[in-house]
């Protein structure tokens, strides 16, 4: 079957890192992607990656295995204003394109 | 601002009814996605389309259906409503379809 895990909360300190995982396992693969999503508000584009490796883009940085289903979101000198729920999303080329997201893992940043 | 617009911004209807959200993606931009968000069920893909075509089906119930317009603009029809039908519904677009989507406010409907 289809399914993205990630976990449900997470809480690190201003100016620390966290690493946010996402495990996966989907009948196609087409591209992985990670987004930032703010209480009430609309998901905003963090990073995609379709090839293994890591990413880096600016604070953040996203790394892929595809053999093992695994990525990662890294998040450097955290800020307050990183509070806010991250979204896995996997694109299942298998499933007529379809795109799969996790449920989220909302991040607590304490002062 | 991501240059995707969506109305209304909030909906207030009942049981059985049908409503339409609208979407204009960002210039340029030939895909449109929908998704629904829950509290209980997270972001759920329901459809995407491709320069007026359906290129992707999700989790879309029968009673929801969508199109694009030539112009691009798309709509989302959902009807005899049920209670669990009462969402956010965003809609997203991106240049190519396998790029980085640009979500809209989202349209909260309240089904009571």
């Known amino acids: 079957g289809q399914n993205i895990d990630q976990p449900t909360e997470m809480t690190a300190t201003e100016g620390a890192i966290v690493q946010i995982n996402c495990t996966y396992q989907t009948s196609g693969f087409n591209g992985l992607f990670w987004y930032q999503q703010h209480a009430g508000e609309a998901p905003t584009f963090l990073s995609y990656?379709?090839?293994?490796g890591l990413e880096e883009k600016g604070r953040f940085s996203s790394f892929l295995s595809r053999s093992k289903g695994y990525s990662y979101l890294l998040l450097k000198e955290l800020q307050m204003k990183d509070s806010a729920s991250y979204l896995c999303?996997?694109?299942?080329?298998?499933?007529?394109?379809?795109?799969?997201f996790g449920k989220g893992t909302r991040l607590h940043i304490l002062p | 601002d991501s240059g995707v617009t969506q109305t209304p911004k909030h909906l207030i209807t009942a049981t059985g009814q049908r409503v339409t959200l609208r979407c204009s993606p960002r210039?340029?931009?030939?895909?449109v996605y929908w998704y629904q968000q829950s509290l209980d069920q997270g972001l759920q893909f329901l459809i995407q389309?491709?320069?007026?075509?359906?290129?992707a089906k999700g989790n879309i119930l029968e009673r929801f259906s969508a199109q694009q317009f030539p112009d691009l603009h798309s709509e989302l029809n959902l009807s005899s409503l049920e209670l669990g039908d009462s969402a956010l519904y965003f809609c997203?677009?991106?240049?190519?379809?396998?790029?980085?989507?640009?979500f809209g406010p989202g349209t909260r409907l309240t089904v009571t």
């Open positions: 990656n379709v090839l293994d």
């Open positions: 210039s340029g931009d030939l895909s």
């Open positions: 999303a996997v694109r299942d080329e298998g499933r007529d394109d379809k795109i799969i």
């Open positions: 389309y491709y320069n007026g075509e359906e290129r």
């Open positions: 997203a677009s991106s240049s190519q379809g396998r790029d980085e989507q640009y």
